[in-house]
């Protein structure tokens, strides 16, 4: 069965660090995922995405050098490593993964066929 579990979310401070998880299971183990993240009354915005095989991926470009997305297959994760948190970071996060027959990653969120229940990241003082 088709799933994707979120951990990792939490309260840290200005500055902090966190290391979200997302554990893909049954057939969209080796898909292309991404990391979505949205705040109130707002759509989904992208964060970054990862081809299966995790030889390439793309990010939102006002955070590309403080995030990180990488995989791990042989634990069907796929991590988000997020540095130098800010107030504005706070969102719910999700993971998506796109069907198996695509295997090129994606910032539009039409093309995430597959979703987890997200989790809440918080970056307060």
């Known amino acids: 069965q088709e799933q994707l579990v979120e951990s990792g979310g939490g309260l840290v401070q200005p500055g902090a660090s966190l290391r979200l998880s997302c554990v893909v299971s049954g057939r969209l183990s080796k898909s292309v995922v991404g990391w979505f993240r949205q705040t109130p009354g707002k759509e989904h915005a992208f964060v970054a995405s990862i081809m299966g095989s995790g030889y390439d991926a793309e990010y939102a470009d006002t955070l590309e050098g403080r995030f990180t997305i990488s995989r791990d297959n042989a634990k069907s994760t796929v991590y988000l490593e997020m540095n130098d948190l800010k107030p504005e970071d706070t969102a719910v996060y999700y993971c998506?993964?796109?069907?198996?027959?695509?295997?090129?990653?994606?910032?539009?969120?039409?093309?995430?066929?597959?979703w987890g229940q997200g989790t809440q990241v918080t970056v307060s003082s």
């Open positions: 998506a993964a796109r069907s198996p027959s695509y295997h090129f990653t994606s910032e539009s969120r039409e093309d995430y066929a597959y």
